[in-house]
């Protein structure tokens, strides 16, 4: 098992340009997610998903867009890139047991985007 | 709104000594709550989860341990190494909706040899 797997593993932007980050996961989860890690902030929820075909607004959505066409695949884009999204994004997932997630998250190895 | 908070920010050991990292939330109506590691520039590891049901976890030399009641988590790390050296983050899922996950904001911990 890969396990979580994330691409690019860093990226460089223009002011206004824009990007699209792949997740995927091999272990069957049902739920995605997208953060962004800032220092002296946490992490921080930007987009999830609990199944394919569904998304939803986590604590940070403006700037980003996300598509789970697939159940193993989770894509976060970035429409006009700012400075402000300069971080490291971190994808994760979480298997279902009994009807809700067993909450046990599992993380991918992150994205550095730094946007000039 | 649950709030997650991990003091110290930063702690320093001489190798072998024991060590208690801590945790603490303001909602206690928690699903489960997550101890990861993350070495600079990598991914969170998973290392203890202990669900709202349990009141303590442990895998080798980590004690997890889980009080609802006063929103306090430990974790515990015996006899420590210079390759725990670490940011540890606790992570805590909330209960009812879509189970938010909140988390810390971590403890950089040195071990030194």
Redesign the interface.
């Known amino acids: 098992n890969a396990g979580v797997t994330q691409t690019p593993k860093f990226r460089v932007l223009k002011t206004g340009q824009s990007m699209t980050l792949l997740c995927a996961q091999d272990m069957n989860h049902e739920y995605m997610y997208w953060y962004r890690q800032d220092p002296g902030m946490g992490l921080r929820l930007i987009h999830y998903s609990v199944g394919e075909g569904t998304t939803a607004k986590g604590e940070v959505p403006d700037g980003y867009n996300v598509s789970r066409l697939k159940k193993q695949n989770f894509l976060l884009g970035l429409e006009s890139a700012a400075p402000s999204q300069t971080s490291v994004y971190f994808c994760a997932s979480s298997y279902l047991s009994g009807g809700k997630a067993s909450g046990e998250q599992f993380f991918g190895p992150g994205t550095r985007l730094t946007v000039l | 709104k649950q709030e997650?908070t991990q003091i110290p920010a930063a702690l320093s050991v001489p190798e072998g000594e024991n060590l208690v990292l801590n945790c603490s939330f303001t909602d206690s109506a928690i699903?489960?709550l997550?101890w990861?590691r993350q070495d600079p520039?990598?991914?969170?590891?998973?290392l203890l989860?202990i669900?709202s049901s349990q009141r303590e976890q442990t895998s080798g030399r980590l004690n997890a341990s889980l009080d609802k009641s006063s929103g306090r988590s430990t974790l515990y790390i015996a006899a420590s190494q210079p390759g725990d050296s670490a940011t540890y983050?606790c992570?805590v899922?909330n209960s009812g909706g879509?189970?938010?996950?909140t988390?810390?904001?971590?403890t950089k911990l040195q071990v030194i040899p």
């Not at chain 2, 520039?41 to 998973?46: E, I, N």
């Open positions: 997650v699903y489960n997550q990861f520039g990598k991914g969170l590891t998973s989860l669900q983050l992570a899922r879509y189970q938010k996950v988390f810390g904001t971590g």
